[in-house]
Structure formats: structure tokens, C-alpha cells
């Protein structure tokens, strides 16, 4: 059983990977097929940021579990510029045009949580957290 894995973003071959081994997780998990499709959304978001403001990074996913309670943690990192206003990046409206268009926002309200760590010319690390319901 495959509790964890990782991409590395490069181009967007690793964003269909990432799609595709985050999926596999959230089976093995015993997340519904519904909440596949959007854990896959939300590696989609992430790496797209990566690849679009980074230029490469990594995906990982791991299972996780606490008190009995079952979840699967989604981490994307990169060494790109950092993000300057993270306030400031999770409240934006941004386009519809690209991708799915949720962004990190989108990202938030799908997952139970969502942390960032991000240090200006250091990079990002998102780490993204969805308990089993
Ligand atoms: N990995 C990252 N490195 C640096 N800046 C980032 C990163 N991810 C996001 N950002 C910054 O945060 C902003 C908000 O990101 P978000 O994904 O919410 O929207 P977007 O990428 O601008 O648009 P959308 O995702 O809707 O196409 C981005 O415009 C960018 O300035
Ligand atoms: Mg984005």
C-alpha cells in the first residue's frame, strides 16, 4: 500500500502525473471518487502556480492521521521568488481564463486546511490538509 509520493513539476507532462498519483492516494485513503476529482483540482492549481511563477517545484502527498481520523496532506514547494503579500494572494479574485481559475483561494475552500510558508526569493511551501468525512 502506497501511503505516500511526490512530483517534480516540470512541465505540464508532471501536472497530469501529479493528477493522476493523487488520485491513486485518495483511493488507497478511501476518499469518494467525488473528493478525487477535487484533490486533483487542487494539485492542478498548485503546480500550475509552480510551473507559472516558480518555473519548477514539487508536488507530495502523503496520508495522514490523527486521534483515529484519517486525511491526506498536500505539500507543493518550490525555490521560486516567494510570494510577496500571501494576505493579500489568498483574498485576489484572479482570472477564470486559466485552468480551472479556483487559485490559491479556491484552494482554501476546498481543503480543510491550508497553510503557506513563503520567504521572498526563498520560495513557497503550501501545504494543503483534507480529513476523511
Ligand atoms: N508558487 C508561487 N510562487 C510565487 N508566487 C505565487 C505562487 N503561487 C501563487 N503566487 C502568487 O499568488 C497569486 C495568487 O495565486 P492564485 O493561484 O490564487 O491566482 P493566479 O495564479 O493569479 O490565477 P489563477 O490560479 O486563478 O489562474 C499569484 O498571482 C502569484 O502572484
Ligand atoms: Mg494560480
Known sequence: ??????????????VIAGRRKVRMLAAEIGFSPAEWAMLAAVI????????????????LFHAIEDGGRRGIAV???????????????????YS?????????RGVKGLMDSLEIISVP??????TARKWLS
Open 44 to 59: 492542478t492549481e498548485l503546480s500550475r502556480n509552480i510551473l507559472d511563477y516558480a518555473g519548477r517545484g514539487e508536488v
Open 75 to 93: 505539500i507543493a514547494r518550490d525555490h521560486g521568488p516567494g510570494i510577496p503579500n500571501i494576505k493579500e494572494a489568498l483574498q485576489a479574485s
Open 96 to 104: 477564470v481564463a486559466g485552468g480551472l481559475g479556483v487559485g490559491l
Open 121 to 126: 526569493g526563498k520560495g513557497t511551501t503550501v
Open 1 to 14: 500500500m502506497i501511503l505516500e509520493d511526490h512530483v517534480d513539476i516540470v512541465n505540464e507532462d508532471d
